[in-house]
C-alpha cells in the first residue's frame, strides 16, 4: 500500500534528534528519505553503540526508511553534487547552525534558487532572530531554560528528564511544518522554510505553567512527582514495585476516596477542588501511599482499575519491553541489522492511519551503503564515482 507521500524525496542532512526524526516520520509516511553523512559516518550514528559495527540505539530507530549517502559538501564536487540533488528533490532537513548551512551550500536562499518548489525544515537551538541566535546546544539546554528543569526533581536540585523530550517534540512540529508547506505548495507551487527551535518548544510544553506565573506569581517549586494542580498525583510504593496513580476532576477525586475507604475525605475543605487538592497533595500521598504499604502492584492496580483510577506500573526498559499490551498490540517492529545479535525492536507506528497506514519498508542504512546507487541515478559513471572516491568526496 502506497504511503501519502509516495513521490516526495527528502534529503535529511539531520543530526542527532530534532533533524533526523523529522525524516524519520515523513519516510514512514512514504516519502524516500536520503540520510547525508559525513564520509566517516556523522556523530549521530555512533551513540550508544549496540550492534558489532559501532552503531548506536538511536541510530538505528531514526534511520529507518532511509538510503544511506555519505558526502562531503564542503569540497566543490560535493558542493555540485548537493545541487543535483536539490533539484530532484521536494524537502531538505538540516538541524545545523545557520552559518554551516550557508557553507554546505543548503541554506534557503541558495536551494531556493535552484528549485523554487523546494522546503527547507531547519532547526536550532534558539531560532534565527534574538540575541542567542548564533549559539549551538542540545535538548536539556531548553529543559533547562524553559522552566521545565527547575520544576522537576525534588525542589533542591533542577532534575533533567532523561527522555530527550524536547528534541522529539520539535522533530514533531518540524513535521507538521513540512506536511504544511507540502499542502501549500501544491496551491502555491512554491516552496518555504519551515523553522523550529528546541528552545521555542520546551517553551510550548511548559507554556501553562509560564501563563500561570506570569498571572498569579506563585513560584512553585519542584515537588518531586507530585502533581501541582491535582491530588492525589503521585508515585506510590506498593510490596514488590511502584505505581503511578492520579486523581483529577471531582468524579475522579470522589471514586478515589471510595477505594481508601474513606468517603468523608470529599468534605474535608482541603480538598475541595482540583487546585486544593494540588496544594494539599502531600496530604493526599500520604493517605494514599499507607494503602499501598500492604498491596503488591498488581493487586494496587487492579483495584484502582476496577474504578476507573487512571494508574500504572513504574517500568524498568526491560519491563517496558516484556509488557503484555506492548506485545500483543504489535507496538514493536524487530528489524535485522547487521552485525546485531538480535533484532532491533524499533516502534512499529508512532501514528496509525486507517487507510494510509506508516511503514517500515527497510532498516537504518549501513555508513555509505547506498552511494553508488544514489549517485548513478543522478547521472555519475562508474569511473566517475572512483574519482569522487579518491578525492574523499563521497
Same mark, same amino acid.
Given at each position: 500500500m502506497?504511503g501519502v507521500?509516495e513521490?516526495?524525496?527528502?534529503l535529511?542532512?539531520? !543530526?542527532? +534528534?530534532? /533533524?533526523?526524526f523529522c525524516?524519520?516520520?515523513?519516510g514512514?509516511? /512514504?516519502?524516500?528519505? +536520503?540520510r547525508?553523512?559525513?564520509l566517516?559516518?556523522?556523530e549521530?550514528r555512533w551513540?550508544?553503540?549496540?550492534?558489532?559495527? /559501532?552503531?548506536g540505539a538511536?541510530?538505528l530507530? &531514526?534511520?529507518?526508511n532511509k538510503?544511506g549517502? $555519505?558526502?562531503?559538501p564542503?569540497?566543490?564536487?560535493g558542493?555540485?553534487i548537493?545541487k543535483k540533488?536539490?533539484a530532484i528533490?521536494d524537502v531538505v +532537513?538540516a538541524?545545523l547552525?545557520?552559518e554551516?548551512?550557508?557553507? &554546505?551550500?543548503i541554506d534557503?536562499?541558495?536551494?531556493?534558487a535552484i528549485?523554487p518548489?523546494?522546503i527547507?525544515?531547519?532547526?536550532?537551538?534558539?531560532g534565527?532572530e534574538?540575541?542567542?541566535?548564533? !549559539?549551538v546546544g542540545?535538548d536539556?539546554?531548553g529543559? @533547562? &531554560?524553559?522552566g521545565?528543569m527547575f520544576?522537576?526533581g525534588?525542589?533542591?536540585?533542577?532534575t533533567?528528564?532523561?527522555a530527550p523530550?524536547?528534541?522529539?517534540?520539535?522533530?514533531?512540529?518540524?513535521?507538521?511544518g513540512?506536511l504544511a508547506?507540502l499542502?501549500? !505548495?501544491?496551491r502555491?507551487?512554491?516552496g518555504?522554510?519551515?523553522e523550529?527551535?528546541?528552545l521555542?518548544?520546551?517553551?510550548?510544553? =511548559?507554556?501553562s #505553567?509560564l501563563i500561570e506565573?506570569?498571572?498569579?506569581?506563585l513560584n512553585?517549586?519542584?515537588?518531586?512527582?507530585?502533581g *501541582?494542580t491535582?491530588?492525589p498525583?503521585? =508515585?506510590f510504593k506498593c510490596k514488590?514495585?511502584?505505581i503511578? @496513580?492520579?486523581?483529577?476532576g471531582q468524579?475522579l477525586?470522589v471514586?478515589?476516596c471510595?477505594v481508601m475507604?474513606?468517603?468523608?475525605?470529599?468534605?474535608?475543605?482541603? *480538598?475541595?477542588?482540583d487546585?486544593?487538592?494540588g496544594?494539599?497533595?502531600?496530604?493526599?500521598s500520604?493517605i &494514599?501511599q499507607?494503602w499501598c504499604?500492604?498491596?503488591? $502492584?498488581?493487586?494496587?492496580?487492579a483495584?484502582l482499575?476496577?474504578?476507573?483510577i487512571?494508574a500504572?506500573?513504574?517500568y524498568?526498559p526491560?519491563? @517496558?519491553?516484556?509488557?503484555? #499490551?506492548?506485545?500483543?498490540?504489535? *507496538?514493536? #517492529?524487530?528489524m535485522?541489522?547487521?552485525g546485531a545479535a538480535?533484532p532491533v525492536?524499533?516502534?512499529?507506528e508512532p501514528?496509525?492511519l486507517?487507510r494510509?497506514?506508516? =511503514?517500515?519498508?527497510?532498516?537504518?542504512?549501513?555508513?555509505?551503503? #547506498?552511494t553508488d546507487?544514489?549517485l548513478l541515478e543522478? /547521472?555519475?559513471?562508474? @569511473?566517475? +564515482?572512483r574519482k569522487? !572516491?579518491?578525492?574523499?568526496?563521497?
Amino acid at each position: 500500500m502506497a504511503g501519502v507521500l509516495e513521490g516526495i524525496r527528502v534529503l535529511d542532512f539531520g !543530526r542527532y +534528534i530534532a /533533524g533526523p526524526f523529522c525524516g524519520t516520520m515523513l519516510g514512514d509516511l /512514504g516519502a524516500e528519505v +536520503i540520510r547525508i553523512e559525513k564520509l566517516e559516518g556523522s556523530e549521530d550514528r555512533w551513540v550508544t553503540p549496540v550492534v558489532e559495527g /559501532g552503531e548506536g540505539a538511536m541510530f538505528l530507530q &531514526m534511520g529507518r526508511n532511509k538510503l544511506g549517502l $555519505t558526502l562531503n559538501p564542503m569540497k566543490p564536487a560535493g558542493r555540485e553534487i548537493v545541487k543535483k540533488l536539490v533539484a530532484i528533490s521536494d524537502v531538505v +532537513i538540516a538541524n545545523l547552525p545557520y552559518e554551516d548551512l550557508e557553507k &554546505m551550500g543548503i541554506d534557503y536562499d541558495t536551494i531556493s534558487a535552484i528549485n523554487p518548489r523546494v522546503i527547507l525544515a531547519t532547526t536550532s537551538t534558539f531560532g534565527s532572530e534574538g540575541p542567542y541566535a548564533t !549559539r549551538v546546544g542540545f535538548d536539556t539546554i531548553g529543559q @533547562a &531554560m524553559s522552566g521545565a528543569m527547575f520544576l522537576s526533581g525534588d525542589g533542591k536540585v533542577p532534575t533533567r528528564m532523561n527522555a530527550p523530550f524536547v528534541d522529539f517534540g520539535t522533530a514533531l512540529l518540524n513535521t507538521v511544518g513540512v506536511l504544511a508547506a507540502l499542502i501549500d !505548495r501544491a496551491r502555491s507551487g512554491k516552496g518555504q522554510k519551515v523553522e523550529t527551535a528546541l528552545l521555542r518548544t520546551a517553551i510550548n510544553i =511548559t507554556n501553562s #505553567h509560564l501563563i500561570e506565573q506570569a498571572m498569579l506569581s506563585l513560584n512553585r517549586i519542584a515537588t518531586l512527582n507530585r502533581g *501541582f494542580t491535582a491530588g492525589p498525583s503521585d =508515585t506510590f510504593k506498593c510490596k514488590d514495585g511502584w505505581i503511578y @496513580a492520579m486523581a483529577i476532576g471531582q468524579p475522579l477525586f470522589v471514586r478515589w476516596c471510595k477505594v481508601m475507604g474513606n468517603d468523608a475525605l470529599v468534605q474535608d475543605p482541603r *480538598f475541595k477542588d482540583d487546585l486544593a487538592r494540588g496544594d494539599n497533595g502531600e496530604a493526599l500521598s500520604a493517605i &494514599m501511599q499507607t494503602w499501598c504499604d500492604s498491596r503488591t $502492584t498488581a493487586e494496587a492496580l487492579a483495584a484502582l482499575e476496577a474504578n476507573r483510577i487512571p494508574a500504572g506500573p513504574v517500568y524498568t526498559p526491560q519491563q @517496558a519491553l516484556d509488557d503484555k #499490551h506492548v506485545k500483543d498490540a504489535k *507496538f514493536m #517492529h524487530p528489524m535485522d541489522f547487521p552485525g546485531a545479535a538480535n533484532p532491533v525492536p524499533v516502534l512499529q507506528e508512532p501514528v496509525k492511519l486507517s487507510r494510509t497506514p506508516l =511503514t517500515i519498508r527497510r532498516r537504518a542504512p549501513a555508513l555509505g551503503e #547506498h552511494t553508488d546507487q544514489i549517485l548513478l541515478e543522478l /547521472g555519475y559513471d562508474a @569511473a566517475q +564515482i572512483r574519482k569522487l !572516491r579518491e578525492d574523499r568526496v563521497v
